[in-house]
């Protein structure tokens, strides 16, 4: 055990700052919260006092400070969320019409740049395969997993052992996933569980992910088997909505299990289905992490999310790293226009 | 759907007739569904369970061998976990710095946006201002902004401070090593703060308004309103948010590459497994190790507060 433990202190200080500044702000917000209202109200009561005894007529009450109380309650979110997210946004839209050093105007020129360069292009046909493939594979496996563990035994068990990827980083699947995939030349034992089963079906052992365009799918294999765990929570908690009546009708209708699903289920988890793919969609397209790590965005793999931090902080191109951070943004724009108009619909149907 | 209408006395016979049938039919449906459940249930553990295996086996092992020869020759060693945590040489991981760091880094940007946000979702449910519903759905759809869009000029906020028509107004934050987790602090703060303040605004405007009448009636302030009376009964909720949010700052890769540096001052396990992978990919015996590492605490957190989670997810996603 050679680990030294006084070099990692400074960190536990820091921590600790962090924590005292969490204690300071949040508990001096509260405290002048409290205080502020009680002075005043001890001054009216000074008013009302000096008022009585001197004769004059008695002060009108102000309407209660309702606003001011809000205003120090929303702070810190809007002081935050101006600085750190609203104002940054806007200056990446700025930004992503200049150039790479952020000095002059260059106009559309960084967006012509991302329709006309072909491993731009290919980048985009990728984020477009993985938006595709993603929430249809990983809402279908929820789907199928959900209504065939429903009520069975050990359903909770079986839910979670589906659930658990949730868990697990993008980095961490990423290895995992890695060493499934892992390679030896064929004289070799293989160590990847691909391979292996490759090797005893006959075939011959591949490096998977340098083969584009295989290894783009492969990497989709990972995100679906983080997601399909999230698709199926919801929807399973969806399934477990429907009312008893109305299966227990249908059952007594002799209505085959085949039918039973595409006519009683499928209607009536349609709200949950949209929700869950359009939350996946979003968030397979920032998808970034398992690119990253699993092939650092080569071999014909990289993604909107990978190209744009590359451009913005490996190769310093501020404009071409922010047109494609407004395009990301561009893209989410009709999904969550779609997700609104059905929640309206739901609202009104 | 042709069988399904038939007239009630037919109907009737149709089930009493199809009973026997049925039966077995059921019983095989139900024996493939369980079949067809248990193979997607292997195919998603399997890879994981291979990762688990393989980091306890001697580093030979693993290179030369699968994971599932185990079974007929097991050889199990810590050697890997020691080696990647307090391992001196630098290629070894040091992986237990990068824990401490992603410790640091974790805490407060799960507690600064929780209590922010309570408090923002407690005014925007509770207290009477105008424009409050405007502001609401402004904050609400700050969700749809991908966090891409405020890397650059965020980083350049914190480097080179706000300079607006040639007068610093906000001065560069210049952190040197540790101190850089007050940025990552900063930036996951902000990030998380739209969804905060939608998921917990969910919970705190479905409270009782009797309730908070009463206490108004009793001369209660808003600022005692929220300690004495919300807080103790959203506590379900900030659970929920809290794990959300824990989950997504350690498991984050992304924000912490881009504010922490690549350091072991500062960044977290998951900069340092990403690198890992990418500069010394077939080193098996530390990847296999130094993930597992990085996945056991939230493993934890989730495994035992699950039931806050999936709440959470279910309200998070269903009724947005």
Same mark, same amino acid.
């Given at each position: 055990?050679?680990?030294?433990?006084?070099?990692?202190?400074?960190?536990?200080?820091?921590?600790?700052?962090?924590?005292?500044?969490?204690?300071?702000?949040?508990?001096?917000?509260?405290?002048?919260?409290?205080?502020?209202?009680?002075?005043?109200?001890?001054?009216?009561?000074?008013?009302?006092?000096?008022?009585?005894?001197?004769?004059?007529?008695?002060? $009108?009450?102000?309407?209660?400070?309702?606003?001011?109380?809000?205003?120090?309650?929303?702070?810190?979110?809007?002081?935050?969320?101006?600085?750190?997210?609203?104002?940054?946004?806007?200056?990446?839209?700025?930004?992503?019409?200049?150039?790479?050093?952020?000095?002059?105007?260059?106009?559309?020129?960084?967006?012509?740049?991302?329709?006309?360069?072909?491993?731009?292009?290919?980048?985009?046909?990728?984020?477009?395969?993985?938006?595709?493939?993603?929430?249809?594979?990983?809402?279908?496996?929820?789907?199928?997993?959900?209504?065939?563990?429903?009520?069975?035994?050990?359903?909770?068990?079986?839910?979670?052992?589906?659930?658990?990827?949730?868990?697990?980083?993008?980095?961490?699947?990423?290895?995992?996933?890695?060493?499934?995939? /892992?390679?030896?030349?064929?004289?070799?034992?293989?160590?990847?569980?691909?391979?292996?089963?490759?090797?005893?079906?006959?075939?011959?052992?591949?490096?998977?992910?340098?083969?584009?365009?295989?290894?783009?799918?492969?990497?989709?294999?990972?995100?679906?088997?983080?997601?399909?765990?999230? /698709?199926?929570?919801?929807?399973?908690?969806?399934?477990?909505?429907?009312?008893?009546?109305?299966?227990?009708?249908?059952?007594?209708?002799?209505?085959?299990?085949?039918?039973?699903?595409?006519?009683?289920?499928?209607?009536?988890?349609?709200?949950?289905?949209?929700?869950?793919?359009?939350?996946?969609?979003?968030?397979?397209?920032?998808?970034?992490?398992?690119?990253?790590?699993?092939?650092?965005?080569?071999?014909?793999?990289?993604?909107?999310?990978?190209?744009?931090?590359?451009?913005?902080?490996?190769?310093?191109?501020? =404009?071409?790293?922010?047109?494609?951070?407004?395009?990301?943004?561009?893209?989410?724009?009709?999904?969550?226009?779609?997700?609104?108009?059905?929640?309206?619909?739901?609202?009104? =149907? | 759907?042709?069988?399904?209408?038939?007239?009630?006395?037919?109907?009737?016979?149709?089930?009493?007739?199809?009973?026997?049938?049925?039966?077995?039919?059921?019983?095989?449906?139900?024996?493939?569904?369980?079949?067809?459940?248990?193979?997607?249930?292997?195919?998603?553990?399997?890879?994981?369970?291979?990762?688990?295996?393989?980091?306890?086996?001697?580093?030979?092992?693993?290179?030369?061998?699968?994971?599932?020869?185990?079974?007929?020759?097991?050889?199990?060693?810590?050697?890997?976990?020691?080696?990647?945590?307090?391992?001196?040489?630098?290629?070894?991981?040091?992986?237990?710095?990068?824990?401490?760091?992603?410790?640091?880094?974790?805490?407060?940007?799960?507690?600064?946006?929780?209590?922010?946000?309570?408090?923002?979702?407690?005014?925007?449910?509770?207290?009477?201002?105008?424009? $409050?519903?405007?502001?609401?759905?402004?904050?609400?759809?700050?969700?749809?902004?991908?966090?891409?869009?405020?890397?650059?000029?965020?980083?350049?906020?914190?480097?080179?401070?706000?300079?607006?028509?040639?007068?610093?107004?906000?001065?560069?934050?210049?952190?040197?090593?540790?101190?850089?987790?007050?940025?990552?602090?900063?930036?996951?703060?902000?990030?998380?703060?739209?969804?905060?303040?939608?998921?917990?605004?969910?919970?705190?405007?479905?409270?009782?308004?009797?309730?908070?009448?009463?206490?108004?009636?009793? =001369?209660?302030?808003?600022?005692?309103?929220?300690?004495?009376?919300?807080?103790?009964?959203?506590?379900?909720?900030?659970?929920?948010?809290?794990?959300?949010?824990?989950?997504?700052?350690?498991?984050?890769?992304?924000?912490?590459?881009?504010?922490?540096? =690549?350091?072991?001052?500062?960044?977290?396990?998951?900069? $340092?497994?990403?690198?890992?992978?990418?500069?010394?990919?077939?080193?098996?015996?530390?990847?296999?190790?130094?993930?597992?590492?990085?996945?056991?605490?939230?493993?934890?957190?989730?495994?035992?507060?699950?039931?806050?989670?999936?709440?959470?997810?279910?309200?998070?996603?269903?009724?947005?």
């Amino acid at each position: 055990m050679e680990f030294d433990f006084a070099a990692e202190q400074p960190k536990f200080l820091m921590l600790m700052y962090g924590l005292i500044a969490f204690v300071a702000v949040v508990g001096g917000l509260l405290l002048l919260l409290d205080v502020v209202p009680a002075w005043f109200a001890r001054r009216r009561e000074a008013q009302l006092v000096a008022a009585s005894v001197s004769g004059a007529p008695l002060p $009108r009450r102000g309407k209660p400070q309702e606003g001011l109380f809000a205003l120090f309650f929303l702070l810190p979110t809007l002081l935050l969320l101006a600085v750190g997210l609203v104002g940054p946004a806007i200056r990446t839209t700025l930004l992503s019409f200049m150039d790479a050093g952020s000095n002059n105007w260059v106009g559309l020129r960084n967006y012509g740049w991302m329709f006309s360069d072909p491993t731009i292009l290919r980048v985009l046909t990728n984020t477009l395969i993985w938006v595709i493939l993603v929430p249809l594979v990983a809402t279908s496996f929820g789907l199928i997993y959900a209504v065939l563990v429903d009520k069975a035994r050990l359903e909770a068990v079986a839910k979670s052992l589906i659930f658990l990827p949730m868990a697990i980083s993008f980095v961490g699947a990423s290895i995992i996933w890695k060493f499934v995939y /892992a390679y030896r030349s064929e004289e070799q034992q293989q160590i990847g569980l691909l391979n292996q089963i490759v090797v005893s079906l006959g075939g011959e052992p591949k490096q998977w992910l340098l083969d584009s365009p295989l290894n783009t799918f492969l990497l989709i294999v990972i995100m679906v088997w983080i997601q399909a765990g999230f /698709a199926m929570v919801v929807l399973s908690a969806a399934i477990k909505a429907i009312p008893a009546d109305i299966v227990e009708a249908a059952r007594l209708d002799g209505v085959s299990p085949w039918q039973m699903f595409w006519q009683i289920t499928m209607p009536s988890i349609r709200p949950a289905l949209i929700v869950v793919v359009v939350t996946l969609s979003i968030a397979t397209l920032k998808v970034f992490d398992i690119v990253r790590t699993a092939t650092n965005g080569n071999y014909d793999t990289s993604v909107i999310a990978n190209e744009m931090y590359n451009q913005a902080f490996r190769y310093g191109q501020n =404009g071409q790293g922010s047109a494609l951070a407004v395009f990301l943004f561009v893209l989410v724009i009709p999904i969550v226009i779609y997700q609104i108009r059905n929640l309206r619909q739901q609202r009104e =149907g | 759907m042709t069988t399904a209408t038939p007239t009630v006395p037919t109907g009737a016979q149709a089930i009493r007739k199809s009973t026997a049938a049925g039966r077995v039919r059921k019983r095989l449906n139900s024996r493939t569904a369980t079949l067809v459940s248990i193979v997607i249930a292997i195919a998603w553990t399997v890879p994981t369970v291979g990762l688990f295996v393989s980091s306890f086996r001697p580093e030979n092992e693993i290179k030369t061998t699968g994971w599932w020869t185990v079974f007929s020759n097991p050889q199990f060693t810590l050697e890997n976990y020691q080696e990647v945590l307090f391992g001196r040489s630098s290629s070894s991981g040091q992986l237990a710095s990068y824990f401490i760091n992603s410790l640091a880094i974790t805490i407060p940007s799960v507690l600064f946006p929780l209590a922010f946000a309570a408090l923002a979702a407690y005014a925007l449910a509770w207290i009477n201002f105008r424009g $409050r519903d405007w502001l609401y759905i402004a904050i609400f759809a700050l969700q749809i902004v991908p966090l891409q869009m405020a890397l650059v000029p965020l980083l350049r906020f914190f480097s080179t401070g706000v300079t607006i028509a040639g007068v610093q107004v906000l001065p560069a934050w210049d952190l040197v090593d540790e101190q850089k987790f007050a940025q990552v602090w900063f930036a996951h703060t902000c990030f998380a703060l739209p969804f905060a303040v939608f998921l917990l605004h969910n919970f705190i405007s479905q409270l009782p308004a009797d309730l908070m009448e009463a206490a108004r009636v009793d =001369g209660a302030t808003h600022p005692r309103i929220f300690r004495t009376i919300v807080l103790p009964l959203i506590t379900p909720a900030l659970a929920a948010f809290g794990i959300f949010q824990f989950l997504w700052v350690w498991n984050d890769l992304l924000v912490a590459l881009i504010f922490a540096g =690549g350091g072991n001052e500062t960044a977290p396990l998951t900069v $340092r497994l990403a690198e890992m992978a990418g500069s010394r990919g077939n080193e098996w015996q530390r990847l296999t190790a130094g993930a597992f590492v990085s996945i056991v605490v939230p493993l934890i957190v989730f495994l035992s507060l699950q039931r806050y989670f999936v709440r959470g997810l279910l309200a998070g996603s269903v009724k947005g």
